[in-house]
């Protein structure tokens, strides 16, 4: 197996379809999984393809420079909730931007349900996945671009919706992720954030009204995964001057 780093981002973001496929298992072992988002007519089977081991892309220096770790390999719970109200959405050729894409469940299912998607993440190898991933389901990729919360792009532009799942697991998180959205959202627009009850959601909460952001609903949903039960907290934020 080639060392993830063997295969540069450069030349994975020149390849497409099969080429893209063969050169991601040359990077790490490949796994997929089926996942059945939606409800009623609109369900469906999605076949994602994955890193088999996510303990496997750890690096030692990108944890040392800011603690970096490959969340993006696994499936949460939050993005499978995320999916399921995205596809219920009508996109009607909205702009919507994805912080942290991850393997693109959410990403999937945004552009299933006609956005027009720019997903983002902190790894350029979840970026590249996502785009392999969408293009063997829908047969087509969505726009993709490399995203440092931490230096937020001046070019990204705006968007009527912006989404995340379960990405406030630091406690720093709260007061990032709440500006990022004031960056990102378009006036009138909204947030969907999906989160399971993670360590910085509270802090989050308190952050968006000095982002100037508010939360227009919160919802829970039960997902059930086997014989484990939890509750993910669905959140849609607007700026809070948005009618």
């Not at 295969?7 to 089926?34: K, M, R, W, Y």
């Not at 220096?61 to 969340?71: C, F, G, S, T």
């Not at 994805?98 to 552009?111: K, S, V």
């Given at each position: 197996?080639t ?11 020149a ?46 220096a ?32 909205r ?6 894409c ?13 956005f ?5 993440d ?58 990022c ?28 009204p ?34």
């Amino acid at each position: 197996m080639t060392d993830p780093q063997a295969v540069g981002n450069a030349s994975l973001a020149a390849l497409h379809g099969d080429a893209l496929d063969a050169a991601l298992a040359q990077c790490f072992p490949i796994a997929e999984e089926t996942v059945a988002i939606g409800t009623g007519a609109s369900r469906r089977e999605v076949v994602l393809r994955k890193p088999t081991n996510a303990d496997l892309l750890i690096s030692e220096a990108d944890y040392v420079m800011d603690e970096r770790l490959p969340y993006w390999a696994d499936l949460w719970p939050s993005a499978r909730v995320l999916a399921d109200v995205l596809l219920a959405e009508s996109g009607a050729g909205r702009r919507l931007l994805e912080l942290g894409c991850g393997l693109g469940l959410d990403t999937i299912a945004a552009m299933a349900a006609g956005f027009e998607v720019t997903a983002t993440d902190y790894y350029e190898q979840a970026i590249h996945m996502t785009r392999a991933n969408a293009a063997r389901v829908l047969g087509r990729e969505p726009a993709v671009r490399m995203v440092n919360w931490r230096a937020w792009p001046d070019d990204l532009g705006r968007f009527e919706v912006v989404t995340a799942a379960d990405v406030l697991y630091e406690k720093e998180y709260a007061t990032l992720v709440a500006e990022c959205l004031a960056r990102a959202l378009a006036p009138g627009g909204v947030a969907i954030i999906a989160d399971p009850g993670r360590l910085a959601l509270p802090a989050f909460r308190t952050a968006l009204p000095s982002s100037g952001l508010r939360i227009a609903r919160e919802d829970a949903v039960r997902f059930v995964d086997g014989t484990s039960t939890r509750e993910i907290r669905v959140l849609r934020v607007q700026h809070v001057d948005a009618p």
